[in-house]
């Protein structure tokens, strides 16, 4: 990976949105998840699922991807600009969040 590497996310749920804001600081990340009330949270700075503390998630928050950090989107034309993609599929879990 090179600095003009953009990586995208795709799904923000408990693998997503960890993986998204460690790569968020040190490269350009566009975070995409389809749920608008999540995006919505999320660009707030809060995770309610608590997979990221807020202040880590804030940290790394990003409008744009003309820079390292995070910009949350449920636009999927933010997704063009990126040339990595990630894909992180939902997978059900128990209440200790082992795979059922």
């Known amino acids: 990976m090179n600095a003009q590497d953009k990586i995208a996310i795709i799904g923000l749920g ?12 040190h490269y350009p990340v566009c975070g995409f998840d389809i749920n608008t009330k999540r995006i919505s949270e999320l660009k ?9 503390e807020n202040s880590e998630l804030s940290s790394v928050l990003s409008e744009s991807l003309t820079t390292n950090g995070l910009l949350v989107s449920n636009r999927a034309d933010d997704l063009a600009a ?12 128990d209440e200790l969040n082992k795979p059922v």
Do not use: H, M, Q, R
């Not at 408990?14 to 600081?25: D, H, N, Q, S």
């Not at 707030?44 to 990221?52: A, H, Q």
């Not at 990126?82 to 939902?90: L, S």
């Open 82 to 93: 990126c040339n990595i993609y990630i894909v992180t599929v939902p997978t059900p879990t």
């Open 14 to 25: 408990y693998v997503g949105l960890p993986l998204a804001v460690e790569f968020a600081k």
């Open 44 to 52: 707030s700075g809060i995770d309610k699922t608590l997979e990221v």
